[in-house]
Structure formats: C-alpha cells, structure tokens
C-alpha cells in the first residue's frame, strides 16, 4: 500500500467513525453489508453528516459562511480529487467512482441551506426539503448498490426515495420537541407545534405509511449483497414508527421517543431469523 492509498483509507475509517458515533441504526445496518459496500456507504454518511451539523449545531458561529465553504471545498475536492479534509476525500472518492450525479449533491447541500432560512415548511418546500434531506441519500446510496447496473438503478429509484422520505419523516416525529424549542423549525406543512394533536398525528403517520409500504417493495429488489442491511435499518425505523403512533401526540412534544439499543439487538436477531427462513 503507497501512501496515498494509505491517506485513502485513513479517511474512509474516519467516516466509518463518524458513523458509528452518531447513528447506532444505521451503524448496525452497514455492518450487515458485504464488505465491498461497507466503506462507501460510510463515507456517504460522513458527509452527509458533518453537512447536518454545520445548521444545527455550530450555532456560535456564522453557518452561513461555514457551509459556503462546506460546498466549495466539496466540489473542489470532486474536481481535484483530493481534499486534505478526511470527510471530503472519502466523499469525493465515492462520487467519482460510482458517477453520483452533481444533482444529488446540490439538492442536498440545498437543503442544509433552507434550514438555515427556513422555520416553518409550507407543502412546496417540505416536498422540496424532504428530497434534498432524505431522498437524493438514498438515491446516493442506490448508484453504489447498483454499480454498473443502470436499469436497477433506474428501477429502484421510486423506492429509495420512498424510504429515505420515511426515515426523515419519522425524525421529524422524533425529534419535533428539539427542533421547535431549540432551532424554532416545524417541518410538517401548516402544523402548528402549539396545537399539535392526535388527528393531525395520524394523518402525517398514514402518509409515512404509504411510503414504508412503497419502500419494502424495492428493498427486495436489491441486490443480495446490501438487501439485507438495508432491510435491517428499516426494520428499526419500522419500529421507531410504530412506537411513535402508540404515544399520544402530547408526549410526542414532550420528549424524544427512542428505541433502546437492546431492542435493536432483538430486531438484528429476529431480522437474521426471517433471512434464514426466506420470510422478507
């Protein structure tokens, strides 16, 4: 191994690193994937990542200037193939190996942007956040699962974007009391957080719905190597979900209602299980 090769490795584990000390689901899942898809989808994570936080955590400085830079050091690092930023050079040596198109890109980085102009989401722009935030990841994702395969890709696109817009949808559930008391956003089109209630809980819950149901049918349709993995994060999500429409929508403002990690053990387990038996 030469030392740029050393240098590239170095900083795909950085994002793995990243990962696992920020998401113990989607940790989990990527685990499950043969080891070919592992460091790429890390790398992805990486960067979507630290993108996220630049809005809503650096709040003692200008995250306008911080993510301006983010993107011009993003497409430098495209361009140059280099980047003496460990996230970046994992990032850039992932898109320019499995052709992620500029699109997705900008979508995404156009989204961390709204959050930083943004507090309420009329329907327009929710549509339009939920695809740069959530969608065009998974979209990301599906060019590394489906590598030389065009017409999966192309398939499976409906799906991925169905369960990228789940996961975020169900966050948004999650984390609706930290994002109104300490960021002032509400994402759901024309929800007011003050007078949130059960009804209106339903209705965002039966459309996260629909797009879990649309999702399942494309997870079966990828290939064996990361079908499993994915499987397994959105059996997490699954639950998470179904906890969530359980409580009633006062305790969904009042605290962050999580999944405990012993769980995730019992849904890793019972997921191997209904792999062995041919049962998803």
């Known amino acids: 191994m030469n030392h740029l090769e050393l240098y590239s490795k170095t900083?795909?584990?950085c994002s793995g690193l990243i990962t696992r000390r920020y998401s113990t689901s989607f940790s989990l899942g990527i685990k499950m994937f043969d080891k070919k898809f592992r460091q790429p989808i890390y790398s992805v994570y990486g960067f979507v990542r630290f993108a996220d936080e630049i809005?809503?955590?650096?709040?003692?400085?200008?995250?306008?200037?911080?993510?301006?830079?983010?993107?011009?050091?993003?497409?430098?690092?495209?361009?140059?193939?280099?980047?003496?930023?460990?996230v970046l050079h994992a990032f850039q040596e992932?898109?320019?190996?499995y052709?992620?198109?500029?699109?997705?890109?900008?979508a995404f980085l156009y989204s961390m942007e709204m959050d930083l102009h943004f507090h309420?989401?009329?329907?327009?722009?929710?549509?339009?956040?939920?695809?740069?935030?959530?969608?065009?990841?998974?979209?990301?994702c599906l060019r590394i699962f489906c590598y030389n395969k065009t017409?999966?890709?192309?398939?499976?696109?409906?799906?991925?974007?169905?369960?990228?817009?789940?996961?975020?949808?169900?966050?948004?559930?999650?984390?609706?009391?930290?994002?109104?008391?300490?960021?002032?956003?509400?994402?759901?089109?024309?929800?007011?957080?003050?007078?949130?209630?059960?009804?209106?809980?339903?209705e965002i819950e039966a459309d996260i719905q629909k797009?879990?149901?649309?999702?399942?049918?494309?997870?079966?349709?990828?290939?064996?190597?990361?079908?499993?993995?994915?499987?397994?994060?959105?059996?997490?999500?699954l639950k998470l979900f179904n906890?969530?429409?359980?409580?009633?929508?006062?305790?969904?403002?009042?605290?962050?209602?999580?999944?405990?990690?012993r769980s995730k053990i019992y849904i890793l387990g019972k997921s191997i299980i209904r792999a062995q038996l041919n049962m998803f």
């Open 211 to 237: 797009d879990f149901e649309l999702a399942y049918s494309g997870i079966l349709k990828l290939p064996q190597g990361c079908r499993f993995g994915v499987y397994v994060a959105y059996r997490y999500y």
């Open 243 to 261: 906890k969530i429409k359980k409580s009633p929508a006062k305790k969904v403002t009042e605290e962050r209602i999580r999944i405990p990690n």
């Open 120 to 140: 309420n989401y009329e329907d327009s722009l929710y549509k339009k956040y939920i695809y740069g935030s959530a969608e065009v990841v998974g979209l990301m």
């Open 94 to 97: 992932v898109v320019n190996t």
């Open 151 to 202: 017409g999966m890709y192309d398939e499976l696109k409906e799906t991925a974007c169905a369960l990228g817009s789940a996961f975020q949808k169900v966050n948004f559930l999650r984390d609706m009391r930290s994002d109104f008391d300490e960021r002032g956003r509400v994402y759901f089109p024309g929800v007011d957080y003050t007078a949130f209630n059960d009804q209106i809980k339903k």
């Open 55 to 86: 809005v809503d955590t650096f709040h003692n400085h200008n995250k306008k200037d911080l993510l301006d830079r983010f993107r011009e050091e993003t497409y430098r690092a495209i361009e140059e193939k280099i980047s003496l930023n460990p």
């Open 11 to 13: 900083c795909h584990e």
């Open 99 to 106: 052709g992620i198109e500029r699109e997705l890109i900008d």
